[in-house]
C-alpha cells in the first residue's frame, strides 16, 4: 500500500522560503515520476512541479526560477524548495505519483505578512 506523507509547510512573510518534503513509502521510489500540486482556498487542485525517475524537472510557469523539486532515493523523499513566496503561493501542497494515482494528506503553506 502506497503511503505519502508530506511535511514542512507553514507561515512564511512574503519573500520568504519554505522546503516540502514527501516521504514515500510501499513502492519502489526511484522507478516513479512524480508530482507536486496545490490547492488554494476555493480553486481547483493545480500542477506545480513533476521530476521523472530520471530526475528531469518540469514546472508550472508561476514556479519557474523560484521553486527547485528534487528527489533523494536513497531516502524516499521528494522535496520542493520554494523561494521568493508570494501570497499567491499560499495553499495546501500535496505529492503525488501520477502512474498510481495516490496522494498524501497535504501540507499547508501560508505566506503571509
Known amino acids: 500500500q502506497v503511503q505519502l506523507v508530506e511535511s514542512g509547510g507553514g507561515l512564511v512573510q512574503p519573500g520568504g522560503s519554505l522546503r516540502l518534503s514527501c516521504a514515500a513509502s510501499?513502492?519502489?521510489?526511484?522507478?516513479?515520476?512524480m508530482n507536486w500540486y496545490r490547492q488554494a482556498p476555493g480553486k481547483q487542485r493545480e500542477w506545480v512541479a513533476r521530476?521523472?525517475?530520471?530526475?528531469?524537472?518540469t514546472y508550472t510557469d508561476s514556479a519557474k526560477g523560484r521553486f527547485t523539486i528534487s528527489r533523494d532515493n536513497a531516502k524516499n523523499t521528494m522535496y520542493l524548495q520554494m523561494n521568493s513566496l508570494k501570497a499567491e503561493d499560499t495553499a495546501v501542497y500535496y505529492c503525488n505519483v501520477p502512474s498510481m494515482g495516490s496522494w498524501g494528506q497535504g501540507t499547508q503553506v501560508t505566506v503571509s505578512s
Open positions: 510501499g513502492i519502489m521510489f526511484s522507478i516513479y515520476a
Open positions: 521530476i521523472t525517475s530520471v530526475g528531469t524537472t
